[in-house]
Nanobody, 124 residues
C-alpha cells in the first residue's frame, strides 16, 4: 500500500507564501506520478500540479503557473509544493495524490492514492 501524509498548511495573508509537503511510504515511487489537488467548499476537486518521480516532467494548472513550484526529495520520499504570491482564491484543502499511470495525469479519477488533506487559508 501507499500512504501519503500532507503537512504545511496554515493561514497566510494575500501575497504571502506557504510550503506544503507530502510524505510517501509503503511503495517504490520511481515509476509514479505525484500530484497536488485542491478543493474549496462547494467546488469540485481541482488539479494544481504534477511531477514524475523519475524526473523530466513538471506540469501546472494555468491558475498557478509562475506562482507555485512542485518538487521532490528522493532521499526523504517527499513531494513539496512551494506556493508564492498567494491569493484568496487559493483557499482550499490541498491533497497529495499518487498514481502509476504512464501518461501525465491531471484529473482526480486518474489517481489511485490520496492523502488526508491540509487546509490552506489566504486572507485578504
Amino acid at each position: 500500500q501507499v500512504q501519503l501524509v500532507e503537512s504545511g498548511g496554515g493561514l497566510v495573508q494575500a501575497g504571502g507564501s506557504l510550503r506544503l509537503s507530502c510524505a510517501a511510504s509503503g511503495r517504490t515511487f520511481s515509476s509514479y506520478f505525484m500530484g497536488w489537488f485542491r478543493q474549496a467548499p462547494g467546488k469540485e476537486r481541482e488539479f494544481v500540479a504534477v511531477i514524475r518521480w523519475s524526473g523530466g516532467i513538471l506540469y501546472y494548472a494555468d491558475s498557478v503557473k509562475g506562482r507555485f513550484t512542485i518538487s521532490r526529495d528522493n532521499a526523504k520520499n517527499t513531494v513539496s509544493l512551494q506556493m508564492n504570491s498567494l491569493k484568496p482564491e487559493d483557499t482550499a484543502v490541498y491533497y497529495c495524490a499518487a498514481t502509476a499511470t504512464a501518461r501525465v495525469p491531471t484529473t482526480p479519477a486518474e489517481y489511485t492514492y490520496w492523502g488526508q488533506g491540509t487546509q490552506v487559508t489566504v486572507s485578504s
